[in-house]
């Protein structure tokens, strides 16, 4: 059986590091997260107990990249695509 929450809370993706890395902040209640490279991509895991969350940045170029969200409800065995974002940099007058 699939479960939801619903919260209210902000989500901040941004480029930092002279444009080199992605950087994103939550602000919400709720789970924390262990990140660490793989391979060219960036691996997010939530160190809660069930279910478990991975999310995954990939495609990372200077100009974009791919936000991949899972749910693992056996420990990590197996893992259900829940969500996908692509991210592209834009460039804007307000942005300084």
């Known amino acids: 059986m699939d479960q939801s ?3 209210t ?3 901040h993706f941004g480029w930092v590091l002279g444009g080199r890395a992605i ?3 939550w602000i919400v209640p ?3 997260f262990v990140g660490r490279p ?3 991509d960036i691996l997010l895991l939530s160190d809660d107990e069930d279910p478990q969350l991975r999310w995954r940045l990939t495609g990372i170029e200077p100009d974009s990249f791919i936000w991949r969200a899972e749910t693992s409800h056996d420990g990590g065995t197996t893992w259900h695509f829940d969500e996908q974002m692509i991210a592209t940099r834009t460039t804007s007058s307000a942005v300084g």
């Open 30 to 32: 709720g789970r924390r």
């Open 5 to 7: 929450i619903t919260t």
């Open 23 to 25: 950087q994103d902040i």
């Open 38 to 40: 793989d391979g060219d």
């Open 9 to 11: 809370g902000e989500l």
